[in-house]
């Protein structure tokens, strides 16, 4: 196997390719969060509101609008569907893999970069976050190429990747927020007082003062233009509620303990987080020899500490983290491979058997417990009972690990390697074209097509299913009371209601008849529809 060859290297890119556009116009918007910001974006292009994001006829303050603004396009290219709404997700993150393959082959050799273009796109948590009509492929792709442009131009004094990493930190900005500028800030801070290279800030205080101009030119006219064409509704709604309360307090019961992020990044990894603990590791006894990897590994614990502050937890926060996490394995592996450890520590880490009782063990828990999670979660939902069966071929995870252990075992690294990134790429491929598609024809939207497809009067009482919208393609009308929903339908015969089981037990008087009921994938509520009964 020749980690050089041109034609390896154009199969890794062709692979990258079909793994981030894997399956994504083969099953409906379904989460809630997607759904609203897909129909967020074609609401805006239907109304040609190009700078306050609306979903529904109402102020969505969630997130800046750089997404929708590609979602727009997207739509305007390819028509209103679930591909389009997906497209720029998946693009940006093969146009992520290939900037880790860029900035690995920049500062250390291409077999670096090889080894870490395979650890990032191996990921199944990765690939499932470039999957997904929302902010994050964007902010995820801008961070890196912020990241990519700081450490450059520090290890090779080139301006331009200066100027890149402040445009890339402005348009992060565009896609999720401050938080595009709080962590580039911290972590080069870090950085540069780690190293003893705090200096570095007045000797290029003109060219940081030449950055934050252009962060600014590309960040503020967007946010004073929807303050005030908002009247400061979406201002207060983003920065107060969904940035300093999101931070501050548990929203949405997405909690847990400070340590969660970081077995988030173990999970993140697999399978090749086998050999995380060994490189942090050799990254910090390198650390004076090689201060890129040093940097690299204070921006993944300042991304994964930060978010562990955070009292809102989930687990794609730390995903930015995940390609400079790559690179350090993708170096680490490279070291072993030239047996390029330092010696007092060669010996230890280049053990076969070290490596299979710490990392290749841990690796084969995880990995036996995805398909038999999936299949005890599947069989104690009724919804999912019948789609049981979709848990059986992720066994491809932990027979890559046990053949990774043998092989290390053999001491045979290109073997392991082999092993991890060939079970996991399948498994990646299997769940977006099979297994996921399976999954979301049972969502309700999909479920109840026959009854809302064709029907002009639809209305929502007080809480439904976004996906509804998108659905639909056209906003729907949602009444809060039970005394204007009677009155509504006395006026509109036929009409046919969204709502949830909640609300619907709710409403104290009326007859109806409920048309159909189905839970919501992966969430709480209980979709119905229901209308007034015509037995009087």
């Not at 990774?404 to 990134?421: E, H, P, S, T």
Request: glycine share 6%.
């Amino acid at each position: 196997m020749k980690f050089s060859d041109g034609k390896l290297l154009i199969l890794i890119f062709v692979l990258s390719f079909a793994l981030f556009f894997s399956g994504i116009g083969l099953y409906d918007i379904f989460f809630l969060d997607e759904a609203k910001n897909a129909a967020c974006a074609q609401e805006m292009l239907m109304n040609k509101s190009w700078i306050v994001p609306t979903f529904n006829g109402e102020i969505r303050t969630d997130k800046p609008p750089l997404h929708y603004y590609f979602m727009i396009i997207s739509y305007y290219v390819f028509g209103y569907s679930p591909f389009a709404a997906r497209f720029f997700s998946a693009l940006f993150g093969f146009l992520s893999s290939m900037l880790v393959y860029y900035l690995s082959c920049k500062i250390y050799n291409k077999r670096v970069a090889l080894l870490s273009l395979l650890v990032f796109i191996s990921s199944i948590h990765i690939t499932f976050q470039f999957h997904w009509a929302a902010p994050d492929p964007y902010l995820i792709f801008f961070m890196l190429l912020a990241f990519s442009g700081i450490i450059i131009y520090d290890k090779k004094k080139e301006t331009k990747w200066l100027w890149i990493a402040f445009a890339a930190i402005g348009f992060g900005t565009l896609s999720k927020g401050p938080v595009s500028i709080v962590l580039p800030a911290i972590a080069t801070f870090l950085y540069l007082i780690f190293t003893k290279k705090i200096r570095w800030v007045s000797q290029n205080a003109h060219r940081v003062g030449f950055g934050s101009l252009i962060v600014l030119i590309i960040v503020i006219p967007w946010y004073i233009m929807v303050h005030f064409a908002s009247n400061g509704v979406w201002t207060e709604g983003f920065f107060l509620e969904h940035n300093f309360n999101r931070f501050l307090s548990e929203k949405e019961g997405h909690g847990g303990p400070f340590v969660i992020m970081f077995i988030f990044v173990l999970t993140g990894l697999l399978p090749f987080s086998a050999f995380i603990f060994h490189a942090v590791r050799n990254v910090w006894i390198n650390r004076q020899k090689d201060q890129t990897g040093f940097f690299m590994l204070i921006i993944g614990l300042t991304i994964v500490s930060f978010f562990s502050i955070s009292r809102t937890k989930l687990p794609g926060y730390i995903t930015p983290s995940l390609p400079f996490f790559a690179i350090i394995i993708g170096s680490y592996i490279d070291r072993i491979l030239n047996k390029n450890l330092q010696d007092s520590y060669a010996k230890k880490t280049y053990m076969p058997k070290d490596l299979m009782w710490i990392g290749g063990i841990l690796v084969l828990i995880l990995s036996i417990a995805i398909p038999i999670g999936i299949f005890i979660a599947f069989k104690n939902e009724q919804l999912f009972q019948d789609v049981a069966y979709l848990a059986f071929p992720f066994g491809i995870l932990p027979v890559g690990a046990l053949l990774a252990i043998y092989f290390m075992n053999k001491g045979n690294l290109k073997k392991v390697i082999i092993a991890y990134a060939g079970s996991s790429i399948i498994a990646v491929f299997y769940f977006h074209i099979i297994a996921l598609p399976a999954i979301v024809e049972l969502n309700p939207v999909n479920r109840s097509k026959e009854i809302w497809q064709d029907s002009d009067l639809i209305v929502a009482y007080q809480r439904y299913n976004p996906a509804y919208n998108f659905a639909l393609q056209r906003n729907i009308d949602v009444i809060g009371n039970e005394q204007n929903l009677l009155r509504y339908i006395e006026e509109h015969p036929g009409t046919i209601i969204l709502s949830t089981r909640e609300k619907l037990n709710e409403l104290e008087r009326g007859d109806f008849d409920v048309l159909f009921e189905g839970k919501d994938l992966f969430e709480n509520p209980t979709s119905v529809i229901f209308k007034k009964s015509e037995m009087n």
